[in-house]
């Protein structure tokens, strides 16, 4: 039931939120307490007829990556909403950190010029989730489809200095459980007997791992894990959970073995070549904060993003925190009484878009929002903090684990110094875009006057 | 038809420069010109439920969140579930004790054999049903920090206010003429004073402290030790089509999935974005599939299709015969001109089109049945051009001249006629007669590759 129905100031419709995630878009009404719905993110190409994932058009030309989401916004409002876009707001939802100018021009570009929404506001989703809490303060790890990031945010205020991000989420888990199927998988049925995976499948539909990620595979304990990984796999004396078969296309039927259901998503917690995992993010992210504000992000975790949703993974996540903060580099420089964790009242994967519908809903919404006549004279959409972070952020993560090791802090002094209001020499873009990030802040800051938010001393 | 199979080898240009079948473009009347479907707007014009077929008003359709109240969606196949009655033996309401036989209503789909008995749901007394919507737990704290934030908003947005009328009154002071600025100022200070820090403190809307989430060591979601023993059954186990489609709950077992009113379908029409004159629009009833208004170009542009393809050699003059297709109820004077050399991004062959006009005889449903009019003297016809007519169709011919190897043979010219403007007639309110204009629109021709020389 909406929460407040047919409330709305001055005669205006309720906006509309959209999350366009990597994998999945939300989308849905201001003021609801759940998206209307949960789609993927993809678009049957008007000259090929192939379903895509929009943003795997980014890379190809403006006027393509136009059509694309020209296409998609119309199906979000004519299939899913069913709403005039010329009547409401518009919320976007975005994880500031995997969002690319490009995108996000090219977006308020359809919105604006082909659908003629009346006003557009750009809200940086590790803001927001904090709506749904009622605090100020709080590090946000988002476990996304293709990245993890982490944000440390205090007092409404994003720590940019300390951010963090690493390709471990759901693609990295599809990707291993792809590999170890293959390695391991016997399929049987068929014409002839049974036979290893590969020898039919050359590469596995990715529906079909996220079907067999979401409906066998969990997070192991870290007792587990750590059993596993002191014996040789094979002499392991852990009995694993029983196999899955699993049916495939036809009379087919794939056996998915207990190792595979139980240490697939390890590829989450298993450290890279420079020790990094989703619970070194966390820390880092921490250690890289000023030292006052330390303890009280600690104990304000926000976990968010679909991946997130596995089975076990919360618990894991704890219990690595708490390992990895005996161990060194953190055990000389670290010192944190407790992670404590919030429950926001929401699913994992829907949190940002919640703190969305929350945003639109409010009588504020209009000066926070560019509105189509200001765009129309001046087509810029200002960046939340700036511009520089999505360029930083497209040099510096990309895809790829193996950063060098030294380029982290230069970035991260790049970053803090482009942030800082006087030193800047950006154009108004950026400054306005600062008064934007400012005032959403502002909403939380003033909200919460108690003791969670206000810093102590580690 | 054949527009259908080779529609993308002429296309028109709209007038945002997009190049499309004709049998994709509208005419706006209005504008006379032709309009893509970018250079439409879509809007919403009625919901209704696919299932029953029943209109829904927006209002109603927006506070049931666009969904159907009677029907129903199979919460594991998303197959419509339709109602089963059955009769079960009941207590007796008037007379305690006894037995009777009592007909129940439940939810069962066709498809699957889910019931509504399967995840326990109460069978229902009624047939429309009374079914219980699954509500989300999370309602009360939402709406409390929804409230909570909506109070701050306002408070905000008062203080905004506020401050700028200060600054206006202060202004009004300070431009005083009657010598009274010393005053003025002193009373504007004071009054900036409450503008700034001070004023949140006297803020008439005290506005409670929020109550914060708090933030706690436990977390829910450790395993269960049965996952390392019982085997899994993954008929079971939802998979995320079915978590996506209720979102606030998500659920992981199938003994979980209640199911979903079903979502409306909208019909849509279509505005001209520069005279917003509606282009298209259904009509209301859902049964019906016809329109009030269909301005689509196939009923105001003739519409050109390639006859037969014609054998393509580089740099040798080749004849293609072309069909013309007359919808107006008018005789039409068409003549064909070169497309300019600028506007050109298309052609990549020479072309060599009729000088001569050609006249296309109204379209006339009753002609196709009358075989002996042999219209070609009544016209008097080039017949170096026109190959053959008959009723409202006329065949020309046209000479490509390939200029380029590899790509494909493509030409383009323009089409002038004209065009009896009804629109302006409506609107001179005296039965005057309509006004004719000439229209001049685009065409590109792609005749495809050369011909493979043996
Ligand atoms: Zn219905
Ligand atoms: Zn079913
Ligand atoms: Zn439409
Ligand atoms: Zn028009």
Redesign the pocket.
Same mark, same amino acid.
């Given at each position: 039931m909406p929460l407040f129905e047919g409330l709305s100031y001055g005669g205006e419709k309720t906006a509309v939120i959209f999350d366009i995630g990597v994998a999945f878009t939300k989308c849905g009404f201001a003021a609801e307490n759940a998206p209307q719905f949960i789609i993927p993110t993809e678009v049957r190409k008007r000259k090929t007829g192939q379903l895509v994932n929009i943003h795997k058009c980014c890379s190809e030309t403006p006027q393509d990556l136009r059509s694309v989401l020209v296409d998609f916004v /119309?199906r979000l409002y004519?299939r899913q909403l069913l709403v005039n876009p010329k009547e409401r707001r518009v919320v976007i939802v975005e994880s500031m950190l995997t969002t690319t100018t490009h995108f996000r021009n090219t977006l308020a570009d359809v919105l604006f010029k082909h659908y003629e929404v009346p006003s557009v506001v750009f809200a940086p989703g590790h803001l927001v989730c904090l709506f749904t809490l009622g605090v100020s303060t709080g590090l946000i790890m988002d476990v996304g489809y293709t990245e993890t990031t982490v944000m440390p945010v205090f007092e409404g205020t994003a720590i940019l200095k300390a951010w963090q991000a690493l390709p471990l989420a759901g693609k990295a888990i599809h990707d291993y459980l792809e590999a170890s199927l293959k390695e391991s998988s016997s399929v049987e049925g068929g014409e002839s007997g049974d036979k290893p995976i590969s020898s039919f499948m050359d590469s596995i539909d990715e529906s079909i791992l996220e079907d067999i990620k979401v409906r066998c595979c969990f997070v192991t304990s870290h007792e587990r894990a750590t059993m596993y990984n002191a014996n040789e796999v094979s002499t392991s004396p852990l009995e694993g959970p029983p196999a899955v078969r699993y049916p495939l296309k036809g009379d087919r039927v794939a056996t998915i073995s207990g190792k595979i259901r139980e240490r697939t998503c390890e590829v989450l917690f298993e450290e890279d070549c420079e020790g990094r995992s989703l619970a070194s993010l966390i820390l880092d992210a921490i250690l890289q904060s000023p030292i006052d504000m330390r303890r009280t992000l600690a104990e304000n975790l926000v976990i968010i993003g679909g991946t997130s949703m596995l089975p076990g993974f919360n618990h894991r996540l704890r219990s690595e925190l708490y390992a990895h903060l005996k161990q060194p580099p953190y055990s000389e420089k670290l010192s944190l009484p407790a992670f404590k964790f919030h429950k926001y009242p929401a699913k994992a994967n829907y949190v940002a878009w919640l703190g969305g519908s929350m945003l639109g809903a409010l009588e504020t919404l209009a000066s926070k929002s560019v509105t189509k006549e200001a765009y129309t004279l001046q087509p810029l959409i200002p960046d939340w903090c700036s511009l520089y972070v999505a360029e930083e952020k497209e040099k510096v993560v990309g895809a790829t684990k193996k950063l060098e090791a030294g380029s982290r802090p230069l970035s991260s002094k790049k970053l803090s110094s482009s942030l800082s209001v006087d030193s800047s020499p950006r154009s108004s873009v950026s400054s306005a875009a600062r008064a934007a990030a400012r005032s959403i802040a502002g909403i939380l800051s003033s909200a919460s006057v108690d003791s969670n938010a206000t810093p102590k001393s580690s | 038809m054949a527009t259908f199979v080779t529609e993308d080898r002429v296309l028109y240009a709209a007038s945002s420069g997009a190049k499309a079948p004709l049998c994709r473009l509208y005419f706006c009347r209005h504008c006379l010109k032709i309009r893509s479907t970018n250079c439409v707007s /879509?809007e919403v014009d009625s919901l209704y439920c696919p299932n029953c077929l029943e209109n829904m008003p927006t209002n109603e359709a927006s506070l049931k969140k666009y969904r159907c109240s009677n029907c129903f969606d199979c919460p594991t196949c998303c197959h419509t579930l339709s109602t089963r009655a059955t009769t079960i033996p009941m207590p007796d309401r008037d007379q305690p004790g006894k037995i009777v036989p009592k007909k129940v209503y439940y939810l069962a789909c066709g498809f699957c054999r889910w019931t509504s008995r399967d995840v326990g749901m109460k069978d229902q007394l009624v047939a429309g049903g009374g079914w219980q919507n699954q509500e989300n737990p999370h309602d009360k704290r939402i709406f409390y920090l929804l409230d909570h934030f909506r109070q701050l908003a306002a408070k905000e947005k008062a203080e905004k206010e506020k401050k700028k009328y200060i600054r206006r009154r202060s202004h009004l002071h300070l431009s005083d003429k009657f010598g009274l600025s010393s005053v003025a100022a002193r009373r504007r200070s004071g009054l900036l004073s409450v503008g700034s820090p001070s004023m949140k403190e006297s803020e008439d809307v005290k506005i409670q402290d929020i109550e914060p989430n708090i933030a706690s060591e436990d977390v829910d979601d450790q395993l269960d030790d049965s996952i390392f023993t019982q085997e899994l059954d993954l008929s079971k186990v939802t998979n995320i089509k079915q978590r996506h489609a209720n979102p606030d709950v998500q659920p992981m077992k199938t003994t979980d999935l209640y199911p979903k009113h079903k979502h409306l379908l909208i019909k849509?029409s279509?505005r001209c974005r520069e005279c917003e004159h509606n282009l298209s629009k259904p009509d209301y009833n859902p049964h019906s599939i016809k329109f009030k208004i269909q301005l689509v170009a196939l009923h105001h542009v003739p519409d050109l299709k390639m006859m037969s393809f014609p054998s393509l050699i580089l740099n040798k003059e080749s004849q293609v015969v072309l069909i013309v297709l007359n919808p107006l109820d008018t005789l039409v004077h068409m003549t064909l001109l070169p497309l300019e050399k600028e506007k050109d991004d298309w052609s990549t062959a020479k072309i060599v089109i009729p000088s001569c006009e050609l006249l296309l005889s109204p379209r006339d449903d009753a002609a196709d049945f009358d075989e002996n009019t042999d219209q070609k003297q009544a016209f008097k016809d080039n017949t170096s051009v026109v190959v053959f007519r008959k009723a409202n169709r006329l065949a020309f011919l046209i000479k490509v001249i390939p200029q380029s190897q590899d790509e494909e043979v493509k030409v383009a010219f323009q089409m002038k006629y004209d065009y009896r403007n009804l629109a302006s007639a409506l609107q001179q309110t005296e039965g005057k007669e309509p006004e004719m204009v000439w229209l001049q629109h685009s065409v590109f021709l792609n005749l495809g590759r050369l011909t493979p020389q043996s």
């Open positions: /119309h004519f | /879509h849509c279509q």
